[in-house]
């Protein structure tokens, strides 16, 4: 199906997100929405299932609100259908709809969708792989069998041929410039309650729960020099908390040379911060892994797990293609830490390992970014993909 060359009515990007696992599904979707409003001027209506998850990561959301605007941004809140139905129908028309990571929109609004003329252009926004297989089915279409609408494939990736990954115009920039201001820093430690002047080893640790978790703790109690391990709220942050009650109280607890503190979870601009100003950072998940790239520093990513470890073999997918130009005497203990981390393994020897190429790996993480960014931005590389199938004028009248 070819669309018009016209621009679709009302000039609106409907985005559809369900929330599965609290943050990473709605991180990424706010990060899109955020930015095709702010850096391409189009209007957007984002739908969400779970407006109490958003407000974690974005303090402004106001759950009782079935209809509000945040950062230019129209967030609506997307019902189960047992407790009040939406009027699709009644929707204005959309010219792009994206139905972000795995959601299903309803079977009501498709039909809508392919009763426009011309239909809008449908973007499946897929989660982020590194497996091959991806640049292959990128931008592909769909036929859909029981409507006269096509759907389109979108990948997020770590090559030219895929989508490229999230990032803000000028971001890198702007966390090198905080980098570099000691008064930045110290005001952002302060704005978290910690007092950061004593510590040589900065991490920060937003993690699934893990096993052997303690080993690496008594790793960093053990440390020469002494330790900051920073804990945003999360499965990890619970389970330390009943293990150690005291960290329920929100101070820094201290065992040995070990620091802990259990933080609430941070505004997307605020992580993006904790990220750049840590020596290494645990990540999990999806949101996290790509802001975990542009801060730069070294990175340790527990990959969402899946049945029967289908999951190893994307993270697999991933440190091949992550550690593709590292010297062998880095690539093989960067990649044995993290198997050990995603597979629940022994952690001591590997940190072990791990912990002196720090440095090194820092440097690296550089170049990787380099390569990163010189695939575009995916917010941008969507509205370029739209483009191609029909000319984007934004609208910003009230529907």
Known sequence: MQHSNQSAPGGIWRIFCSVVDNFGDIGICWRISRQLVAEHGLRVQLWV???????????????????????????????????????????????VVVEALACTIPVAYKQHMASQQPPPLWINLEYLSAESWVEGCHGLNSPQPDLAVHKYFFFPGFTELTGGLLYEQGLVQQLSSFNASDQAQTEFWQQIGIDHTDFQLKVSMFAYSHVHIYELLQQWQQHPAKVLCVIP???????LAAQYPELLS??????????????????????????????????RGED???????????????????????????LQAFLDRYCRQMPEQLSKPVQQFYLAWNTHSNLTLNWQQFYPLLSEIAEYNQQWRQQLLANGDLASNLVHFAKKKFIITPNFSQQ
């Open 49 to 95: 299932d779970d407006l109490t998850s958003f407000q974690r990561i974005c303090p402004q959301i106001k759950p009782e609100l079935a209809r509000q605007s945040v950062l230019g941004v129209e967030i609506c809140y997307w019902p189960p259908a047992t407790e009040f139905a939406v009027d699709w129908q009644q929707l204005a028309p959309a010219t």
């Open 233 to 239: 709220h999360g499965d990890l942050a619970t389970e």
């Open 250 to 283: 929100g101070n820094v607890v201290q065992f040995d040379n070990l620091s802990l503190k259990v933080i609430p979870f941070l505004a997307q601009p605020d992580y993006d911060l904790l990220l750049a100003v840590c020596d290494v950072n645990f990540v």
């Open 288 to 314: 996290s892994i790509i802001r975990a790239h542009w801060a730069g520093k070294p990175f340790v990513w527990q990959i969402y797990r899946q049945q029967e470890n289908t999951h190893l073999l994307k």
